[in-house]
């Protein structure tokens, strides 16, 4: 499976818009890719997933570059209950199962 | 909400006991997963099955078995628990392809002492 590239951490205030890069420079051409996230002492939750357009959903947006080797998810107004560990992985025809990485953990000021 | 329950969330149990970990989704998702994960660790895959009768090893060895007679039901089994099995088990489910999202139970969070 091609690998993802994510900051360790990220801080942001509460209602503030939130960035979370990520890096795909070997994703082939029929890779999705899915975010999601997992929040304190639970199993993770899907949040979005694209493949070449830009995605909007209740929870985020996907913004892909057009060369896709990167991707950004986007938070439009934070909350504390947005503080987790944000994976970005890429899901492509073999693939068995997800594979995570470390993800960036998303810290929520108030 | 997602459809998808394991049971128990916590167990606490001695070594050398045989346990059994319950994973059921109520989706007819075919595709089922264990993953394991360490506190503040990543997220590893230990099985796979595509359906009724299918069982695969994941990218993590591990010396749990699994069984899926029933679409809904994925059970993990550990014949002898040892400390160093301690860790949260995660089950998950989702239809096939690279286009659907996966669903995750609240995990099981096992000690073995």
């Known amino acids: 499976d091609a690998k993802t590239t994510q900051p360790n951490s990220m801080e942001s205030n509460e209602e503030e818009p939130v960035h979370l890069p990520c890096n795909h420079s070997?994703?082939?051409?029929?890779?999705?890719i899915h975010w999601y996230r997992q929040l304190p002492s639970q199993g993770p939750e899907y949040v979005i997933h694209g493949l070449t357009s830009n995605v909007n959903n209740r929870m985020a947006s996907l913004a892909i570059a057009e060369d896709r080797k990167s991707s950004t998810l986007i938070l439009h107004r934070a909350t504390l209950r947005d503080a987790a560990v944000y994976y970005c992985?890429?899901?492509?025809?073999?693939?068995?199962?997800?594979?995570f990485g470390k993800g960036t953990h998303l810290i929520i000021q108030p | 909400e997602a459809d998808i329950y394991q049971t128990p969330r916590y167990l606490v149990i001695g070594t050398g006991k045989k346990i059994t970990l319950e994973c059921s989704q109520t989706m007819g998702h075919d595709k089922m997963y264990w993953y394991q994960q360490d506190p503040g660790m990543e997220l590893h895959l230990i099985h796979y099955s595509y359906g009724v009768n299918s069982t695969e090893k994941g990218d993590l060895s591990s010396e749990s078995t699994v069984s899926r007679i029933r679409t809904e039901h994925f059970p993990l089994t550990l014949e002898s628990a040892r400390p160093s099995h301690t860790s949260q088990y995660l089950c998950a489910s989702s239809e096939m392809g690279r286009s659907t999202e996966a669903f995750f139970g609240q995990g099981t969070r096992l000690t073995v002492v």
């Open positions: 992985i890429l899901v492509g025809g073999g693939a068995d199962g997800l594979t």
């Open positions: 070997t994703i082939s051409g029929t890779d999705y």
